[in-house]
Nanobody, 122 residues
Framework: QVQLVESGGGLVQPGGSLRLSCAAS????????MGWFRQAPGKEREFVAV????????HRADSVKGRFTVTRDNAKNTVYLQMTSLKPENTAVYYCAAAASLDTTVEEYDYWGQGTQVTVSS
């Protein structure tokens, strides 16, 4: 079992930045691909970014390319999502999740955090 806890969300103005963290416990995350997803009110949960086990490969949704960066520190059992140039449409609950292999679909992820709220508003 892997327990995931996100942090770092909050209220930020358009154009601002936030760094989300996802701290894992129970098992080392080095055996999992780690993904970030988000869910806005009334919408389905959607893929944001994923990073491979070693961190050598990342993939991001087109809507966040050039603005969001996913990294991981396996020694700290933590994954990060650096978000810049934030827009109001980025407002959502952001979740981190662990999967056995690199994937962008919700159904392939076995473990989920509780989420952290990100609100982009002036």
């Amino acid at each position: 079992q892997v327990q995931l806890v996100e942090s770092g969300g909050g209220l930020v103005q358009p154009g601002g930045s936030l760094r989300l963290s996802c701290a894992a416990s129970g098992r080392t995350i080095s055996r999992y691909a780690m993904g970030w997803f988000r869910q806005a009110p009334g919408k389905e949960r959607e893929f944001v970014a994923v990073i491979s086990l070693s961190g050598a490969y990342t993939h991001r949704a087109d809507s966040v390319k050039g603005r969001f960066t996913v990294t991981r520190d396996n020694a700290k059992n933590t994954v990060y999502l650096q978000m810049t140039s934030l827009k109001p449409e980025n407002t959502a609950v952001y979740y981190c999740a662990a999967a056995a292999s690199l994937d962008t679909t919700v159904e392939e992820y076995d473990y989920w955090g509780q989420g952290t709220q990100v609100t982009v508003s002036s």
